[in-house]
T-cell receptor
Framework: DQQVKQNSPSLSVQEGRISILNCDYTNSMFDYFLWYKKYPAEGPTFLISISSIKDKNEDGRFTVFLNKSAKHLSLHIVPSQPGDSAVYFCAASASTFNAGNMLTFGGGTRLMVKP | DAMVIQNPRYQVTQFGKPVTLSCSQTLNHNVMYWYQQKSSQAPKLLFHYYDKDFNNEADTPDNFQSRRPNTSFCFLDIRSPGLGDAAMYLC?????????????FGAGTRLSVL
């Protein structure tokens, strides 16, 4: 049972345009959400996060939006650059879990930004 | 400046031959994690240490063990690797459990089993 889903395995965008990566979750206990970026042969790198008390968090070209009622979050990259080409993982955690908020990852979306 | 360092980056072992993967961190974080990632799937948590307290995920095979001799180092031991254990193994750290938990990952060790 996948609690965090990224339904688009890949996304292709033109340089300078907006990239929108989507993520859905099913567990209403999740209260913290993160996006990681992964280049080939490297480990995931933390990108941006959002707490469930917010609906938007912005960091430079990256903005994450959270819609709790829809259990949906999205990552916007504006403007997209070729160096943004990577696999993006959405992850969620629940601070109330007894084990102490382990991360649950989605399956990833491969973003390709064309020059 | 690498903060979570995994060695080796690539490891080849034979079916059934024990192998050890290592992870070190310069962040002085309390928590260290081991994940398994196959192909383009989501990373799957195997276990984690909070200081010296070891926590095994329920579905982690007994074939996988871990050691954390000190704050900085953590090892993943695969006692009898099978072909199905070929994967990328990721080490991660976080300052603590609870609250907002950002995990920082190493570059991973890609394990091949012949």
């Amino acid at each position: 049972d996948q609690q965090v889903k990224q339904n688009s395995p890949s996304l292709s965008v033109q340089e300078g345009r907006i990239s929108i990566l989507n993520c859905d979750y099913t567990n209403s206990m999740f209260d913290y959400f993160l996006w990681y970026k992964k280049y080939p042969a490297e480990g995931p790198t933390f990108l941006i996060s959002i707490s469930s008390i917010k609906d938007k968090n912005e960091d430079g070209r990256f903005t994450v939006f959270l819609n709790k009622s829809a259990k949906h979050l999205s990552l916007h990259i504006v403007p997209s650059q070729p160096g943004d080409s990577a696999v993006y993982f959405c992850a969620a955690s629940a601070s109330t879990f007894n084990a102490g908020n382990m991360l649950t990852f989605g399956g990833g979306t491969r973003l390709m930004v064309k020059p | 400046d690498a903060m979570v360092i995994q060695n080796p980056r690539y490891q080849v072992t034979q079916f059934g031959k024990p192998v050890t993967l290592s992870c070190s961190q310069t962040l002085n974080h309390n928590v260290m994690y081991w994940y398994q990632q196959k192909s383009s799937q989501a990373p799957k948590l195997l276990f984690h240490y909070y200081d010296k307290d070891f926590n095994n995920e329920a579905d982690t095979p007994d074939n996988f063990q871990s050691r954390r001799p000190n704050t900085s180092f953590c090892f993943l031991d695969i006692r009898s690797p099978g072909l199905g254990d070929a994967a990328m193994y990721l080490c991660a750290t976080s300052k603590r459990l609870g609250g907002k938990n950002i995990q920082y990952f190493g570059a991973g060790t890609r394990l091949s089993v012949l």
